[in-house]
């Protein structure tokens, strides 16, 4: 058996906040065996400043490929519903092959700036015709290897999408490549089965409302092993809210609960459009809210009932969504700065023990992303992953400040990279703020997007 390695960190954020001289020890298959404040350097490696690294929520990694290509005005009103059209049209020429590097591409990026693991909601299963691959996994096993390749952890959350809209409406042709029942979904998480493992755990996600049918939802939920992870999207847009109360007369959040058992194996993606009732039960009921603000704002969906929600106790985490940013600090920032611009005040993501927004915002995303990942990760502490990130404390940001100040400065200040390097499982994959496979991957990231734009519509 190998010998532990280790890490001597001179600041470490812990669960319950900064400490000094924390030794970290894990073994060879990268779970922290010792996190130790207040030891003595005995000559391991030192890092200044150390701390988790970050969930990512939500993904979509196809969708990386579409960033900066939707950004033109239309002849009318562009909206989520324009945008969704494009995305479509985009994806209707998309092989396996390209996935994969498209994913290895996201992921390398995503690593560079702080996320260590990833929720892929995979919704795109079948081939151009529209039919099932002969292996029915085939590109989530695309996206697992890009994971691989980079160096991620990875939930995968293949989705369950049968219809087009509230009332079962059917799926236009250029949505059959996404086309999955309730036994489709739970065909893929059987061929998944076999590359879980301490880096790969494996969900579902009915993908909304509109695309699946309460039935299905409970007929996936029976099937599906106890403490598997659930996401949705769900209370996106308006014009879903306006939707789901024609038909149901409850809006989403409400509806969904009346049909399931909501609790903390959930993750409800945007959650943006909540009445004062939904906002305290979704708190209540554990389940965690994964907020995507780059995406949200770049759609134009809203912003989410924050104050209130987290003033009842709720439970947030944060995505990348559709990639038009891979940063957290990005994230987390415009999380902070929508609400501030909401309501004409200062530093409103704070609790009564914890003050400092910087710091409540890491921990909050990181406790609510570990929950809805299904995986040990979010914290440094024995039996838990060594995920983490080490801060470049020479950078100017993070120069001659205390502890208790760097995650303001991290988040607030300036558009600087300050992740300087990245450990994922016991493993460096980001050194001096380069990925460990960046040019291999950008230049099969590359070709695909010349072969992409070739295709395009």
């Known amino acids: ?170 799926l236009a042709p250029e949505q059959q490549r996404f086309r999955t029942d309730a036994a489709d979904v739970l065909r893929i998480v059987d061929a998944l089965e076999p590359l879980r493992s301490s880096q790969v755990e494996v969900g579902v996600a009915p993908h909304s409302l509109r695309a699946a049918s309460a039935g299905q939802i409970r007929e996936v939920l029976a099937a599906l092993p106890a403490a598997r992870p659930l996401h949705i999207h769900i209370a996106e847009q308006q014009g879903e809210v306006e939707q789901c109360l024609a038909l149901t007369g409850q809006r989403p959040v409400r509806y969904l609960m009346e049909q399931v058992a909501l609790d903390a194996r959930w993750c409800l993606v945007h959650a943006t459009h909540l009445d004062q009732g939904e906002t305290a039960a979704l708190a209540a009921s554990g389940a965690v809210a994964g907020l995507c603000p780059t995406t949200e704002a770049n759609l134009g969906d809203g912003l989410f009932p924050l104050a209130p929600y987290l003033a009842a106790g709720g439970r947030i985490g944060i995505g990348s969504d559709s990639h038009v940013s891979q940063s957290p600090v990005e994230e987390l920032r415009w999380l902070e700065y929508g609400q501030r611009l909401l309501h004409q005040k200062r530093n409103v993501a704070a609790s009564p023990t914890q003050r400092r927004v910087g710091d409540f915002l890491w921990q909050s995303a990181l406790h609510g992303g570990a929950q809805a990942s299904g995986r040990p990760v979010g914290v440094l502490a024995a039996g838990k992953r060594a995920d983490l990130l080490v801060l470049d404390s020479e950078h100017p940001n993070l120069a001659g400040i205390g502890p208790e100040d760097v995650l303001g400065s991290f988040l607030f200040c300036g558009n600087d990279n300050l992740v300087r390097d990245v450990m994922v499982g016991g493993r460096w994959v980001v050194r001096n703020h380069e990925h460990i496979a960046q040019t291999a991957i950008a230049q099969r990231y590359k070709q695909t997007i010349a072969e992409l734009r070739k295709l395009r519509p």
């Open 1 to 170: 058996m190998s010998e532990p390695c280790t890490l001597f960190a001179r600041q470490a954020l812990l669960a319950h906040g900064w400490e000094a001289n924390v030794l970290l020890e894990w073994d060879a298959g990268g779970t922290l065996l010792t996190v130790a404040p207040g030891a003595v350097h005995a000559g391991e490696p030192i890092a200044d400043l150390v701390l988790p690294g970050m969930v990512n929520l939500h993904s979509h990694a196809f969708q990386r490929a579409l960033g900066g290509l939707t950004e033109t005005a239309g002849e009318g009103p562009d909206s989520f519903w324009t945008w969704r059209q494009l995305m479509y049209r985009f994806a209707r020429n998309i092989t396996p092959q390209h996935i994969e590097a498209i994913a290895a591409q996201l992921f390398s990026e995503c690593l560079r700036h702080g996320y260590t693991s990833v929720c892929e909601f995979h919704y795109v299963q079948r081939d151009q015709d529209g039919a099932l691959y002969a292996r029915p996994a085939e590109t989530a096993e695309r996206v697992v290897a890009a994971a691989h390749l980079a160096g991620i952890g990875v939930t995968m959350l293949p989705v369950l999408y049968s219809y087009a809209g509230f009332g079962e409406k059917p």
